[in-house]
């Protein structure tokens, strides 16, 4: 067997992670991983997730298996976050609590497999890392889609150049908000126009909603999804509270099935079960259990997540304007528009690793940083070195 083992490429992100690790300069930067940090560089448990956790663990709770759909309480609040509380959608709606919101993906592609191996699914470009693999994991065709931007506006008409090719049945997976990697999203009527689009040519959207919150707020990050919740029969949803519970390896997420043909929840559920079931059985519990209490009384935690949310945004505009203050070339301005962790910058390869090499700011070579790996006192050093490597 091993004589067939192929030479497989690392991940690209990890292993510039390592290097930023092995770098001994002081000043540097790890704009890097899709993770929040505060002003202090940490990724710190939220105050909210300690209190439940420690609610938990007076509680001791029994560790007997949940069902197969995960919690069940949590898949309820979960929907409901999502959807928004007064959702007529959460009668039609078959949720199932998935490892993460990775985990929520693979589960969709494998259940788009499952019914229709032929599917194709259109990927944003640039697009999340993971998207592809993923769907390519579950052995369906992956399609690109530009996704580029006009002055931080999304430039919708190269969006529907490339999806022209798009039939009916295929998949189209839009990010919910915060767009990983570019920042950019779609303006309200925009995303009506998907919505024409996936109901004139019968094609599924998927809405990856993985930073919700972390964009102008929980209502409003997730109006698009809504808004396609309110007018197409049948669409899938991967979410997460890696992100906006900072519960990242908990690996708490979930998968939705939306259907207004509501015989079909049964065998939709099952389907999804079944799925599941043949690979990890049942998602870990710890953390849809905090995120139930949070849930459950959500003021203090979304209070907290607004100050993620807000330094960002500080950050963003912070940076912005210096930039402008500084001459600094136009595109680059385009950060103050964008959402969410990260932006994309106009920055070639070789300025990327010059960035790195001359000035130990660590970002992906195709641009991509993580805009709350900075600390304020950061900025200036940030401002001044994109402006030396754009030269
Ligand atoms: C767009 C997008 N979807 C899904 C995920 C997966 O999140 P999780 O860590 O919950 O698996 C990420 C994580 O970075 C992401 O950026």
Redesign the pocket.
Known sequence: MLENLPVVEGDPLWALLHQFNADPRSQKIDMLV?VYRDETGQTPVMQEVQKAELKLTKEAASKSYKMLSGNLEFNDHITKFVLGNNSPRFDEQCTIQT???????RVLGDFIAALSPQTVIWNTEPG?L??RPIMEGAGLKVESFRWHHNGGILDIEQCFEDLAKAKEGDVLIL?GSC??PSGVDPLIDQWQQFIDFCVAKKVIPLI?I??QGFGVGPEEDAAGLRLFAEQVDFMLV?T????NMGL?CE???AAMVLSSDKSQHQPLRTLLERITRANYSMPPNHGSAVASLLFSEPEAWLKELSVCRNRINDLRLGLGKLLSEMGADQSLQAVTRQKGMFSMLPLTAEQMTALREKHAIYGMLNGRINIAGLKQEQVSYLANALIDVMK
């Open positions: 899709g490892v993460g919101g990775t985990g929520a993906l999340y993971n998207h990010h767009h990983n990856d993985a930073y991967a997460s509270c890696s992100k990242y690996r708490t997420g």
